[in-house]
């Protein structure tokens, strides 16, 4: 599912987009992102919002959602802290180079 704010000129301003794997008890939030033009008045954070709010409405039975950002993404990072994420564990990755 794919959640948007929209600009009242139609443009996308935000999104987010979350997944259900059937059959599962976990929901994943995966990719949320803003326009730059739109950057700063929250929407990121709303349309997470609504997207959670939906998910909970569509799949009662999840008992857990994930979601992951970069370290670097303070933005991000903090948004997820205010929606009631938790970091559980880091990944680091490296290149090897043949």
């Avoid at 301003?13 to 599962?24: H, K, N, Q």
Wanted: charged residues 25%; proline residues 4%.
């Amino acid at each position: 599912r794919i959640t948007v704010a929209l600009h009242e000129s139609g443009e996308i301003a935000a999104f987010t987009e979350v997944r259900v794997s059937p059959g599962s008890t976990a929901g994943f939030t995966d990719d949320t992102g803003t326009v730059i033009a739109h950057r700063g008045k929250g929407l990121a954070r709303a349309v997470k919002l609504e997207s959670l709010r939906l998910l909970r409405a569509a799949h009662p039975e999840l008992d857990v959602v994930t979601t992951s950002n970069a370290e670097e993404n303070d933005a991000m990072r903090h948004i997820n802290r205010t929606l009631g994420f938790e970091p559980t564990r880091t990944f680091t990755q490296t290149t090897v180079k043949p």
